[in-house]
């Protein structure tokens, strides 16, 4: 594989750290994890205690005061032992930068500081059980009552769902004005009104737990709405590069390890009094997937490096999330076909990855969703 160079040696210094906390903190503890359908509020602590969440925010707002390619370290260690819990990866990269960038300055006092210790966790809500990928078709909506907002609707397939001290949460406030009429609001754990439905049971990411969420007449003050009334579409469309970024390097680390698995398992097992790996057949297809990998590996880290000169956009971040969410599908499932029977069993990192990352071509927006960005520009 082709030498990076994207990170600087200060980064890799990190990525030396943030290997052996999860060596330490998470591979042990998965398994139960997974079993239990969530993870401990103490791994968020203590990645907390060690600068591992919310890395680009900076010292004021009680932030490590790293850049975004320290999250991305944290992703890429967290894919490469197919750690699915805890979602690091959204509230560091997905949720923190909305109150960074949209938050007024009380409003980033109030909830940075605990979301870099780990302390306060977030998830954002924007799908619904009637509006996926089409924003806005959604029913929630938060209605004006004097200086406060009332907000009423429902959520689902919401990450962070149950274990969320605050979630950010998408609802219509202008009925007239289509997606120009949605607003972000800041809800808390403990808001009246507000509630959580089951754990739902998924296909895979078994440590991640991904929830309903209910909202009934949640009265939210002034001060929980995020940025302008009616400007939330704005601030979705500018994040998102970001979200399909972080979706592109789970996937490309994945489909890299996933490679590296098979290549070491096919030179152990033996079939027909030889290791699988001397077959013909095996060899072209892990030649095949490793080109894959290479060249996926290629344009995701172009685009990272775009991403941190503030050069990325909707069409690169779209290209990069369909190219790796989709070579990474394809190579799993060669992958997991040259492990034979013992890739369908859940103990293998390989069957794992498989269940998983099905949903990566649907989550941050559908490979379909992908294309027609992509096409808008041809």
């Keep these: 594989m082709m030498s990076r160079t994207v990170y600087a040696p200060e980064h890799e210094?990190?990525?030396?750290?943030?290997?052996?906390?999860?060596?330490?903190?998470?591979?042990?503890?998965?398994?139960?994890?997974?079993?239990?359908?969530?993870?401990?509020?103490?791994?968020?602590?203590?990645?907390?205690?060690?600068?591992?969440?919310?890395?680009?925010?900076?010292?004021?707002y009680g932030g490590p005061g790293g850049d975004f390619l320290h999250t991305a370290i944290v992703i890429e260690e967290l894919a490469k032992v197919e750690a699915t819990g805890p979602a690091f990866h959204l509230h560091s990269g997905i949720v923190a930068p909305y109150i960074l960038h949209y938050g007024t300055e009380a409003q980033k006092q109030r909830w940075l500081p605990g979301m870099c210790a780990g302390e306060l966790i977030g998830a954002i809500a924007m799908t619904e059980p009637g509006a996926g990928s089409d924003l806005?078709?959604?029913?929630?909506?938060?209605?004006?009552?004097?200086?406060?907002?009332?907000?009423n609707g429902q959520k689902t397939f919401i990450s962070n769902g149950q274990i969320a001290d605050l979630v950010i949460t998408v609802a219509k406030t202008d009925l007239e004005?289509?997606?120009?009429?949605?607003?972000?609001?800041?809800?808390?754990?403990?808001?009246?009104?507000?509630?959580?439905?089951?754990?739902?049971?998924?296909?895979?990411?078994?440590?991640q737990d991904t929830s309903e969420l209910f909202y009934s007449d949640v009265r939210l003050t002034a001060d929980r709405l995020l940025g302008e009334e009616n400007r939330a579409f704005r601030y979705l469309m500018q994040e998102l590069a970001q979200e399909r970024l972080i979706v592109a390097l789970r996937s490309i680390t994945t489909l890299e390890t996933a490679v590296a698995n098979t290549v070491a398992y096919t030179k152990q097992r033996e079939a027909f009094g030889k290791p699988l790996f001397a077959l013909q057949n095996t060899r072209f297809k892990l030649a095949e997937c490793h080109t894959?990998?290479?060249?996926?590996?290629?344009?995701?880290?172009?685009?990272?490096?775009?991403?941190?000169?503030?050069?990325?956009?909707?069409?690169d971040a779209a290209m990069a999330k369909l190219q790796a969410t989709e070579a990474l599908n394809?190579?799993?499932?060669?992958?997991?076909?040259?492990?034979?029977?013992?890739?369908?069993?859940?103990?293998?990192?390989?069957?794992?990855?498989?269940?998983?990352?099905?949903?990566?071509?649907?989550?941050?927006?559908?490979?379909?969703?992908?294309?027609?960005?992509?096409?808008?520009?041809?």
């Design 136 to 151: 806005q078709g959604m029913r929630s909506r938060a209605t004006r009552d004097g200086d406060a907002f009332v907000l």
């Design 292 to 315: 894959q990998a290479a060249v996926t590996r290629c344009f995701v880290d172009r685009c990272l490096a775009l991403h941190m000169q503030g050069e990325l956009d909707a069409n």
């Design 13 to 60: 210094l990190f990525r030396d750290m943030v290997r052996r906390f999860v060596e330490q903190e998470i591979v042990p503890f998965h398994a139960q994890w997974e079993k239990d359908g969530i993870v401990s509020r103490e791994v968020w602590r203590k990645a907390g205690e060690q600068g591992l969440l919310c890395s680009f925010v900076p010292e004021i």
């Design 177 to 207: 004005a289509g997606a120009k009429g949605m607003s972000l609001f800041v809800v808390e754990r403990d808001d009246p009104g507000f509630s959580r439905g089951r754990n739902l049971e998924k296909v895979g990411w078994h440590a």
């Design 330 to 378: 394809r190579v799993l499932d060669e992958c997991l076909q040259l492990h034979g029977g013992y890739g369908y069993m859940w103990e293998y990192p390989i069957a794992r990855a498989w269940a998983g990352h099905r949903v990566s071509r649907i989550a941050g927006g559908s490979s379909e969703i992908m294309k027609e960005i992509i096409s808008r520009t041809l």
